[in-house]
């Protein structure tokens, strides 16, 4: 039994595919059943009464929610945001792209070596690239939110794909590791 003081998070690492695609389990494909997980915050002094918000967020933002939550401030080099004033009053992200980044451990589904991918999932769009590969994934998840109709190749998709690409990049920068800060040599 939680106490009047207990914060309850509830969550997951992955979703599972459920034979969506034919495919059973988890796997290095970022389909929206494997990337899509619950996260539910239950706060005794913030009550929410079932409120859910559809905004994207990362459980690189887990870490610095418990943080801010405890009135601690975030390490040096924290990656993600807090979700607090999301969770207490639907205050909107300071994102609206998540990057989600796979270094798989085994060779799966035709690719040459264990699978690396990154993907970018907007509120509209997924976006994702392979290593090793020369193509990729675009999807529209608004027109197409079962994923079954890849537009990477899609001419009329070719400033889209770029854009995101371009977005992925600066993702991938923005999120590299810089803690601690290199010293300057005399």
Same mark, same amino acid.
């Given at each position: 039994?939680?106490?009047?003081?207990?914060?309850?998070?509830?969550?997951?690492?992955?979703?599972?595919?459920?034979?969506?695609?034919?495919?059973?389990?988890?796997?290095?494909?970022?389909?929206?059943?494997?990337?899509?997980?619950?996260?539910?915050?239950?706060?005794?002094?913030?009550?929410?009464?079932?409120?859910?918000?559809?905004?994207?967020?990362? =459980?690189?933002?887990? &870490?610095?929610?418990? *943080?801010?939550?405890?009135?601690?401030?975030? @390490?040096?080099?924290?990656?993600? #945001? $807090?979700?607090?004033?999301?969770?207490?009053?639907?205050?909107?992200?300071?994102?609206?792209?998540?990057?989600?980044?796979?270094?798989?451990?085994?060779?799966?589904?035709?690719?040459?070596?264990?699978?690396?991918?990154? =993907?970018?999932?907007? &509120?509209?769009?997924? *976006?994702?690239?392979?290593?090793?590969?020369? @193509?990729?994934?675009?999807?529209? #998840? $608004?027109?197409?939110?079962?994923?079954?109709?890849?537009?990477?190749?899609?001419?009329?998709?070719?400033?889209?794909?770029?854009?995101?690409?371009?977005?992925?990049?600066?993702?991938?920068?923005?999120?590299?590791?810089?803690?601690?800060?290199?010293?300057?040599?005399?």
């Amino acid at each position: 039994m939680c106490g009047d003081d207990t914060v309850v998070l509830f969550t997951s690492d992955h979703g599972d595919y459920f034979g969506d695609h034919q495919l059973l389990w988890k796997g290095p494909l970022h389909y929206q059943g494997v990337t899509r997980v619950p996260l539910i915050w239950r706060d005794p002094v913030e009550p929410l009464g079932g409120r859910s918000t559809q905004q994207l967020c990362s =459980t690189i933002d887990i &870490a610095p929610t418990i *943080l801010a939550r405890a009135g601690c401030l975030p @390490w040096n080099g924290i990656q993600g #945001l $807090s979700l607090l004033a999301t969770i207490n009053d639907d205050t909107p992200l300071a994102r609206s792209e998540v990057l989600i980044e796979e270094e798989g451990q085994r060779t799966m589904f035709g690719f040459p070596g264990r699978t690396r991918m990154r =993907t970018l999932q907007t &509120a509209t769009h997924r *976006l994702s690239i392979y290593e090793g590969v020369d @193509w990729g994934e675009l999807y529209d #998840l $608004s027109a197409d939110p079962d994923e079954c109709h890849n537009l990477w190749q899609d001419s009329s998709s070719a400033a889209l794909r770029q854009d995101l690409l371009h977005r992925l990049v600066k993702n991938m920068i923005h999120y590299t590791d810089t803690s601690p800060h290199p010293t300057a040599l005399a």
